[in-house]
C-alpha cells in the first residue's frame, strides 16, 4: 500500500516533467530607445502586444531616452515602433537567447533603425 501511495506522486513527477519539454524556452529582451528622441511620443510592440507608450526625449551625453525589459520566448517575433503617430517602423527578428533590441530615429528622414545585439548595451 505504500508502495502505491508513493508511486503515484512519482508518476505524476514523471508526467508534468515531461511536459514542460514542449513548452518553449523564455529569453530576456532589452528594448532601448536610444538616439535622437525630442520629446516624441513613442509605442513599442512585440508581436502587436503593447510593450511601452510613452514621451521620451534622449539624453545626449548617453545616447539613452529610455530602456524597457520584458521576456520572450524562443522563435520568431514583429517588433513595432510608433513615433509620433505618423512614423510606423515594423521588422522580423528571430529569438534564440538573450536579446537587446536598440532604437534609434533618424529626425532627417523620420526613419526608425534598430540594433541587435546578444549583450546589453553601455551608456
Do not use: W
Not at 518553449?24 to 513599442?44: A, C, H, I, K
Not at 548617453?62 to 520566448?73: K, P, R, Y
Not at 530615429?105 to 553601455?122: C, P, Q
Request: glycine share 6%.
Amino acid at each position: 500500500m505504500k508502495k502505491a501511495l508513493l508511486l503515484i506522486p512519482l508518476g505524476m513527477l514523471l508526467f508534468i516533467s515531461c511536459r514542460k519539454a514542449d513548452n518553449p524556452t523564455v529569453y530576456s529582451l532589452g528594448v532601448d530607445m536610444q538616439e535622437s528622441f525630442n520629446q516624441d511620443n513613442v509605442r513599442v510592440y512585440i508581436d502587436n502586444q503593447p510593450l511601452l507608450n510613452k514621451e521620451l526625449t534622449s539624453n545626449h551625453t548617453l545616447g539613452l531616452a529610455g530602456s524597457v525589459s520584458t521576456v520572450n520566448t524562443e522563435g520568431n517575433h514583429t517588433i513595432k515602433v510608433v513615433v509620433n503617430d505618423n512614423t510606423v517602423t515594423t521588422q522580423n527578428f528571430t529569438q534564440h537567447g538573450d536579446l537587446y533590441i536598440g532604437i534609434k530615429l533618424n529626425k532627417t528622414s523620420n526613419a526608425v533603425s534598430f540594433v541587435y545585439s546578444k549583450h546589453r548595451f553601455t551608456y
